[in-house]
């Protein structure tokens, strides 16, 4: 029985496990530049995509294999089991630079927290959604490589403070960082209320905020010198450490999870993930959970129009007025979406839970988002 | 730009139902509101019952029946989807009837029923788009262009009381030491049918703050105002004005305040907006009772306060980050 609840907090760990590498690994190329061509032989750790973003992290082969297909939307590796693997990088004799920027950025990390100095380092150390627990599995488990990331991040940032926002009540700490409690609560762990809680101001611009995840991607950087090719994911109680591209129905396979037809798969967590549209979708990287969400346990989303009953409102965290929104970008005003303070909207989906018609409010405040951005970034050019 | 086509990559044994952010929901229905609401609704129908006897039941029975043929004619008509069972139609012209006597001609209820949802829904898009409380624009319709068919003290004559609001309103306070506020609670008086059963109406009230179908906001600030504002009037001359409780106990407060003012579509979202309607619509009523002509001010203040949510709307919080 499916339970839903606002809950962070993580019961009881165990230590991480392994799935084992799949055959075949599927690597969704949106949003990202090719590197390779079909048909080349790829050694474990080589370059896949970059992404067209300034700071984006690219994407690396997490095994070696031959590139078989490649389409609009996918990239798919038929893995060899061979030892083949690129040579690591050494990241620790690199000062802090614009070089050691692009290494990491290569090696499959987001440098946008990292590429300038803030006054304050704001590390969130609260599992993302109810149901993942990835965040404190890290801080339990992984506490070295952590620090050795945190020491790199502020090699970069050089923060006046640094904080550790963790769950009240959890005993988590890191080397050089200031603890502050934060509510174990839904929606509490999204950056923007991390940092309010933190510094008491609303996106301030002398605060970075990084995730434990990201630090500790950060610290195996460092350490090893080899890119990032998985990500840690919580699938039920447990946590698993999954290569990128590891297709769906693998995972499903190995933890003997049944999925049937007409169920709900979500990569990442049910509030703010992904639903799937094929068993073969591959993990990526910023996927931490694995649901599966059998059919007819929710109410279908609707085309419906909006009552007003002003549920949306009054769980709005960002103060702000989601009926209203949604409307402007059903009828495609984004202008007049964004002169009701679209921006401020953290994308918490507290909105469409509540709906009482059930409209994706949160996908039409995402769309007015990326529409504006089209037509910014067409603007400019 | 025609989105490309994306194809299965291998596997369509299983196919997967795919939807938009949040995966979680909570299990929020119209359905189910209405379902909650008409369920609200039935300790006052009883005590109606047992109160007027069978009118009660027809003239309720007659105003749904009629606002949900009339629904199922203009979506046909509007060629769009006939979702009558949502229940909708159907709350909203048990609400009319709510504010009738028992026992109103049956013409003038039916008509009732179908003014609830061509004028006060249907001309402005259907349920969730209506301006102003859909069975008040039917009630003042009927109020205006029938007022001996609407008269309660008229209809129900073969009662041996009197309307209370009615006498305040044309012989004074004096009158007044007839009605008993245990009588008036327990709905011994004489008003809407169901509008009057106070304690029935509270309870179901009670129930759909509990069960947070409805926020306490409106229903709370309503009381508040209309209390508030007895009290000053009672304590300028308590000789010419009646007491606070008197106003809460008769015509249609209670009802209002629980069914009527928090209407999804007519009333404001947010705290703050919220509470302020309901002060101004609670004012109003006793503004209305003591100044205007009509006995019972509830359906004029809320159609009043209604006019004035899309401004009371304009009142919100700073957003997060803004300035």
New interface residues.
């Given amino acids: 029985m499916?339970r839903?609840h606002y809950s962070l907090e993580s019961e009881a760990l165990e230590s991480i496990s392994e799935i084992t590498a799949p055959a075949e690994l599927?690597i969704s190329m949106r949003n990202k530049i090719l590197k390779i061509k079909k048909g080349k032989k790829l050694a474990a750790g080589e370059l896949l995509a970059e992404r067209p973003s300034k700071y984006g992290a690219a994407c690396s082969a997490a095994l070696s294999g031959k590139a078989t297909k490649v389409n609009?939307?996918?990239l798919?590796i038929k893995v060899d089991g061979g030892e083949e693997s690129v040579e690591p990088i050494d990241v620790k004799s690199m000062g802090p630079g614009k070089e050691l920027l692009r290494t990491l950025q290569e090696l499959g990390l987001n440098i946008a927290a990292l590429s300038s100095h803030a006054d304050n380092l704001v590390i969130n150390g609260l599992n993302p959604e109810?149901g993942i627990s990835v965040a404190e599995q890290l801080l339990k488990d992984e506490k070295e490589t952590i620090e050795a990331g945190l020491k790199l991040a502020e090699s970069l940032v050089n923060p006046v403070h640094t904080y550790l926002a963790v769950a009240a009540g959890s005993s988590y700490g890191l080397v050089g960082t200031e603890r502050v409690f934060v509510k174990p609560k839904y929606p509490n762990s999204l950056d923007?209320l991390v940092v309010k809680k933190v510094t008491g101001k609303?996106?301030p611009d002398d605060t970075k905020v990084i995730s434990v995840m990201d630090l500790y991607n950060l610290g195996r950087v460092y350490e090893t010198g080899m890119p990032i090719t998985d990500t840690i994911m919580t699938i039920g109680e447990k946590n698993y450490r999954v290569l990128f591209g590891t297709p769906v129905?693998h995972i499903c396979n190995e933890l003997g999870i049944d999925?049937?037809?007409?169920?709900?798969?979500?990569l990442d967590g049910?509030?703010?993930?992904?639903?799937?549209?094929?068993?073969?979708?591959g993990v990526k990287k910023g996927d931490y959970g694995l649901?599966v969400?059998p059919?007819g346990t929710?109410?279908?989303?609707e085309d419906a129009?909006?009552?007003?009953?002003?549920?949306?409102?009054?769980s709005c965290?960002?103060?702000?007025?989601p009926?209203m929104l949604s409307r402007y970008a059903e009828y495609e005003m984004f202008e007049m979406a964004e002169k009701y303070?679209l921006h401020?909207c953290?994308e918490c989906?507290?909105c469409?839970?509540?709906?009482?018609?059930?409209r994706?409010i949160?996908?039409y405040i995402?769309f007015a988002k990326d529409q504006l951005r089209t037509s910014g970034q067409a603007e400019k050019a | 730009m025609t989105p490309p086509v994306i194809k299965a990559m291998s596997d369509i044994a299983v196919r997967l139902t795919v939807s938009p952010a949040p995966h979680w929901r909570s299990k929020r229905t119209v359905e189910k509101m209405m379902q909650y609401h008409l369920l609200a609704l039935v300790p006052a129908l009883l005590m109606a019952f047992n109160m007027f006897g069978l009118p009660a039941l027809s003239t309720v029975g007659t105003a749904g029946a009629a606002a949900v043929i009339t629904e199922v004619l203009l979506l046909k008509l509007q060629e769009r989807d006939v979702n009558v069972d949502n229940y909708t139609a159907l709350y909203e012209g048990i609400l009319f009837a709510f504010l009738l006597p028992a026992g109103a001609p049956w013409w003038m209820v039916g008509c009732g029923g179908a003014l609830t949802i061509v004028l006060g829904r249907t001309v402005f898009g259907g349920f969730g788009s209506n301006p102003i409380c859909a069975p008040l624009v039917a009630w003042a319709f009927c109020r205006l262009s029938w007022p001996a068919a609407m008269d309660i003290d008229l209809n129900l004559a073969h009662f041996a009381i009197n309307a209370p609001l009615d006498q305040l309103k044309y012989f004074g306070l004096d009158t007044l030491e007839q009605f008993d506020n245990m009588d008036l609670f327990l709905g011994k008086q004489l008003g809407g049918l169901g509008a009057s059963q106070i304690l029935g109406i509270m309870a179901g009230g009670i129930f759909l703050v509990a069960t947070k179908w409805v926020r306490i906001f409106i229903p709370a600030a309503f009381l508040v105002g209309v209390t508030v504002t007895a009290s000053i009037f009672w304590m300028i001359d308590p000789e010419v004005y009646a007491n606070p409780i008197f106003h809460l106990l008769t015509g249609s407060v209670m009802f209002g305040a629980f069914f009527l003012a928090p209407d999804v579509a007519s009333s404001p979202v947010g705290i703050i907006p919220q509470v302020l309607f309901g002060l101004i619509a609670g004012t109003m009523v006793i503004i209305i009772r003591v100044y205007g002509i009509y006995p019972d001010g509830v359906p004029f203040a809320i159609m009043v306060a209604n006019l004035l949510t899309p401004l009371l709307d304009r009142v919100r919080p700073k957003p997060f980050g803004g300035k």
Avoid: M
């Fill in positions: 499916l839903i599927n609009y939307h996918h798919t109810p923007a609303e996106f129905a999925v049937k037809s007409g169920d709900k798969v979500v049910p509030f703010r993930g992904e639903a799937v549209y094929s068993l073969d979708e649901f969400i059919e929710f109410p279908s989303i129009t909006c009552i007003n009953c002003g549920e949306c409102v009054l965290p960002a103060r702000i007025q009926n303070h401020s953290f989906g507290l469409s839970f509540n709906c009482t018609v059930r994706p949160l996908q995402r």
